[in-house]
């Protein structure tokens, strides 16, 4: 398991100090768990170091893939379809990089295609990809809707995201229930209040959302 992972980080070697081994990684989930007050050699916790770090290749398994490379190949064409695709609610478990607290939403994704599609299924994994890095909601939207500009060049792109942040639910602030909605829109989108209004329609947030919001 070791090696196929090394193989697989090896293409992202170029950015970024050099990994640290498994065993340098379980360390500090013991040096964590010290921290917390307990005792990492007890035997309730004797292997939680290694679970941790299985944990986290799956939470953090985004940066193993460039979604742009992985878009190239998968677009179809439209076949003259010229209507605004949707799709909404793509759930999405991510970490946010302040305090490595899970962030827990929807990502809602629009665009007008030119000549390109790609799959509901090719949208969500899209989505996936980014969420399993560590990240800022703003950043993640952001980064969503300039992937999908870049590779589908389409008339415009909008996506909304809808998360609650457990670093500020379970501990700083104590704010259950509060939902931080971040918003990009491209294009038509931005530009075209009927467009960005026709989106945010089938998505349900029809006035939440204006033109100005996360452009630019
Ligand atoms: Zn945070």
Redesign the pocket.
């Known amino acids: 398991m070791d090696k196929v992972l090394n193989t697989k980080r090896l293409r992202g070697k170029s950015a970024g100090p050099a990994r640290p081994s498994r065993t340098e990684a379980e360390d500090a989930v013991r040096t964590l768990i010290r921290w917390a007050g307990d005792d990492p050699s007890r035997e309730g916790l004797r292997s939680t170091p290694s679970r941790v770090v299985r944990a986290y290749e799956e939470w953090f398994s985004g940066y193993n893939d460039d979604p742009r490379e992985y878009l190239k190949r998968t677009f179809e064409e439209t076949g003259g379809y010229d209507e605004v695709v949707v799709l909404r609610d793509i759930r999405f478990e991510s970490h946010?990089?302040?305090?490595i607290?899970p962030i827990i939403g929807r990502v809602h994704i629009g665009y007008l295609p030119r000549n390109r599609v790609v799959g509901i299924s090719k949208l969500a994994r899209l989505v996936e990809v980014y969420a399993r890095r560590l990240q800022i909601q703003e950043k993640m939207t952001a980064e969503i809707a300039a992937c999908l500009d870049a590779v589908l060049k389409p008339h415009g792109v909008a996506v909304v995201t809808e998360a609650t942040?457990q670093?500020?639910t379970t501990r700083g602030v104590h704010k259950p229930g509060v939902t931080m909605v971040t918003s990009r829109m491209l294009g038509v989108f931005r530009d075209h209040a009927e467009t960005r209004q026709e989106f945010l329609s089938a998505i349900g947030m029809r006035g939440v959302i204006n033109g100005s919001s996360g452009s630019g």
């Open positions: 946010c990089e302040h305090h607290a942040h670093c500020m």
